[in-house]
Structure formats: structure tokens, C-alpha cells
T-cell receptor
Framework: AQKVTQAQTEISVVEKEDVTLDCVYETRDTTYYLFWYKQPPSGELVFLIRRNSFDEQNEISGRYSWNFQKSTSSFNFTITASQVVDSAVYFCALSEAGFGNEKLTFGTGTRLTIIP | EPEVTQTPSHQVTQMGQEVILRCVPISNHLYFYWYRQILGQKVEFLVSFYNNEISEKSEIFDDQFSVERPDGSNFTLKIRSTKLEDSAMYFC???????????????FGPGTRLTVL
């Protein structure tokens, strides 16, 4: 069975600090997909990134970066120079290989608060 | 940019009543999903739907739940006899049929907050 663990329940940092959100996953499949979603106070789920298990290259998108390490089953998310608008709950999710209809298994989320 | 829409944004109902939550997936998407999030908890998978039939469902999705695609645009979730524990945010999601490459990204709607009294 697949499982996602986000051990950090809540994190608070002062604006402009860097922050890393941890995600550890479990799966028996060799082919799987990892995701990060952002849930701002308004409640919607905003897609941030998708990674497949064969692509361990780190990715950077503006202030966001992701570190995927299969050896430790981790897919961590770093925000550099944090801003108040980054305040949200962030969910890591896992999907095992399929053809478009595979469910997402979410972690419990990390509530990030950026203090101005 | 295309997006998933859901109506209503908030539904209040009495225990035992039937509710229908509506979703309009992104127009070229073929895979549809319902998830729920009890307040303060994680997002949980309910059901996936493709080609007018359920592909997979979770243990949560019991006989009280049903899904339907009544026309070419809407995707609905019906709860026949609501219980207090059905109170949650319900999210619809959709994904494009991938070109044989595996799981595609699911895009979520804004959610419907269901309150059962």
C-alpha cells in the first residue's frame, strides 16, 4: 500500500527566510509519481509540481525547488526568500503507475506560516 | 486558463437528506475524481471515473454514494442519506488521458463545503 508522511505539522518562519518542507513516501511500485499541492486559506488545491520515479533531477521554478531522492524515498520542497503569500497548507501526494485513473494518496499536510 | 468548477460552494443539509454535488471538469479531460477533506485533515480519495463507469473506489465510497456523468460536461456526486460524518470539503478533479505515459496531473476544483446538521 502506498503512504505519504509529512512529519512537519506546522512551520513558521519570518519573511525572506528559506524553508524546506519534508515528504517521505512508501510504495512497492517501481514506477510512481509524486506531487506537491498548495492549499491557501481560500481552500482550493493548487497543483505545483509532478515528478515521475525515473526522473531524479532536482527542479527549480522561481523561488521553489524540489529535491527528489529515491535512496531515501523523499521528495522535499524548498521555498527560498519566503513571502507572506506562501502561507498555506502544502500537501505531498503519491500516485502509483497507471493510465490516467490512478488515485492520489496525500500526506497530512504541512501548515506554513510566513511571519511579516 | 481552463479550470474545474464546482457548485455549490457551500451546502447545508439536514441529516438523512440527499445531496448532489456538481462539477464541471476541464473540457478535454476524460478522467474524473472525487476526494474529500474533513476539516483540518488530509485529502482522501473517494472515487475515480472513466468512460462512464467507476474505475476505482475507496472504502469510504459505500452504497450511500454514487457518481454520474449525466451529460457531456457535468460530473456529479450524490450522497443518498447524509450523516453527520459526511460533513467535509468535497473536491472534484480531472485529468487528461495521458498518451500512454502513465499518471497525468489531476487538477482540482475549488471544492464544495458540505455541512450536515
Amino acid at each position: 500500500a502506498q503512504k505519504v508522511t509529512q512529519a512537519q505539522t506546522e512551520i513558521s518562519v519570518v519573511e525572506k527566510e528559506d524553508v524546506t518542507l519534508d515528504c517521505v513516501y512508501e510504495t512497492r511500485d517501481t514506477t510512481y509519481y509524486l506531487f506537491w499541492y498548495k492549499q491557501p486559506p481560500s481552500g482550493e488545491l493548487v497543483f505545483l509540481i509532478r515528478r515521475n520515479s525515473f526522473d531524479e533531477q532536482n527542479e527549480i521554478s522561481g523561488r521553489y525547488s524540489w529535491n527528489f531522492q529515491k535512496s531515501t524515498s523523499s521528495f522535499n520542497f524548498t521555498i527560498t526568500a519566503s513571502q507572506v503569500v506562501d502561507s498555506a497548507v502544502y500537501f505531498c501526494a503519491l500516485s502509483e503507475a497507471g493510465f490516467g485513473n490512478e488515485k492520489l494518496t496525500f500526506g497530512t499536510g504541512t501548515r506554513l506560516t510566513i511571519i511579516p | 486558463e481552463p479550470e474545474v468548477t464546482q457548485t455549490p460552494s457551500h451546502q447545508v443539509t439536514q441529516m438523512g437528506q440527499e445531496v448532489i454535488l456538481r462539477c464541471v471538469p476541464i473540457s478535454n479531460h476524460l478522467y474524473f475524481y472525487w476526494y474529500r477533506q474533513i476539516l483540518g485533515q488530509k485529502v482522501e480519495f473517494l472515487v475515480s471515473f472513466y468512460n462512464n463507469e467507476i474505475s476505482e473506489k475507496s472504502e469510504i465510497f459505500d452504497d450511500q454514494f454514487s457518481v454520474e456523468r449525466p451529460d457531456g460536461s457535468n460530473f456529479t456526486l450524490k450522497i443518498r442519506s447524509t450523516k453527520l460524518e459526511d460533513s467535509a470539503m468535497y473536491f472534484c478533479a480531472s485529468s487528461e488521458e495521458p498518451p500512454g505515459q502513465g499518471t497525468d496531473t489531476q487538477y482540482f476544483g475549488p471544492g464544495t463545503r458540505l455541512t450536515v446538521l
